[in-house]
């Protein structure tokens, strides 16, 4: 896949078993999208660890796809939509 030259390809390693990390991220994905920006706060109860992040739709960020093991995800109605059959 040919990667535009305004985006970023960004690897993070985790243990997820549970998908509460990918969750995250399609969460933030589908809110950041033109015409909606927000803040995240990280550990808002913790005065020295609290810090907060700027997503921005239209401006700097953006989220194109996620991929999780090398395949694409996809997300419906809030749940990972698992592509079984493809590997039958």
Known sequence: MSIPNNMTVIEVTVRD?????????????S??????????????DMRENKQSFNMDGDGSFFIKQIKQN???VKFKDGKLVENYLRSL
């Open 17 to 29: 078993p549970d998908n509460e990390f990918l969750k995250l991220i399609e969460y933030i994905k």
């Open 31 to 44: 809110l950041a999208a033109p015409g909606h920006s927000f803040d995240v706060m990280v550990d808002p």
């Open 70 to 72: 090398n395949k694409l």
